[in-house]
């Protein structure tokens, strides 16, 4: 049985992946200070005898004898991550050196949740892992997309000066159950939108695309991902592409809602195109995507009609 410590653990990949974990026979340590995360998010687990819930934030130091580390605290929606710029770099920034001191005290691998928003708004199509990314230092998105960006320059520096065996996904557009009805992201926004009959609320011209992953593939991902011998970075996602405007309507579509498009003004230094290329996870970790998105998001429409109705 081996100890994992998974920080983040209330929000919605954390939870996902703390469940998994724990139903493949791990002992599971899960951190959480609930500023974005859900404490029903673990109802499913939170009394199990492999489970110990420890509330903290990762800002501040913290010792635990495990032999894994999943970093995966940070605001991760715009709206989260935009009310409090400065907690959020500090999330990334003192988080990974806490998460890395604690693997080089340990042993302990450590897998860190990045993300494709290093890639900014990406001038190569579709963005791999040699890409160095587009990103404004100075804009409203910086203090979430630097932030990451940080992470991984000490993740590596720590590799190549301690040689711990820290790891680097870029973790792409992401949907399933435990999302945060408020969390501002264009899935749990079309689906409550179109559940509640309201408008759907499109930013831009909606000609922009987004590529999105069921939850469960990503967290088989970040499994495959933890037990290999690569580094990374990773991209870990869904190549399967939408624009904006045709996952509307496909939303409106599987909810058989009555609502109608509008159309906001683009925020700044929104992304015009995202799409993963996961050549390099099906070569290192036998990565591949296996729910298509209509299963996807049938299972997640559900999930919401639970909240919304």
Known sequence: MKRILITGVAGFIGSNLAKKLIDDGNFVVGIDNFYTGKKQNLSSFLNDKNFQFVEHNVIEPYQFDVDEIYNLACPASP????????????????????????????????????TSEVYGDAKVYPQDEKYFGNVNPNGIRACYD?????????????????????????????????????????VSNFIVQALNGCDITIYGDGTQTRSFCYVQDLIEGL??????????????????????????????????????CVYLPLPQDDPCKRKPDISLAKEKIGFNPKYSIQDGLLKTVEYFKKLCL
Do not use: W
């Open 79 to 114: 709206p989260h991550y935009q009310k409090d710029p400065i907690y959020t770099f500090k999330t990334s920034v003192f988080g990974i050196i806490n998460a890395l001191e604690l693997a080089k005290s340990t042993g302990a691998k450590l897998l860190q949740a990045s």
């Open 223 to 260: 499994v495959l991902f933890m037990k290999s011998d690569f580094c990374g970075p990773l991209n870990l996602g869904n190549p399967c592409e939408f624009t904006i405007n045709d996952f509307a309507k496909y939303i409106i579509e599987l909810t058989g809602s009555s609502s109608k």
């Open 146 to 186: 630097e932030g990451k960006r940080a992470a991984e320059t000490l993740i590596c520096d720590y590799n190549r000066l301690y040689g711990i065996n820290a790891k680097i996904a870029r973790i792409f557009n992401t949907y399933g159950e435990n999302m945060d009805i408020k969390d501002g992201r264009v």
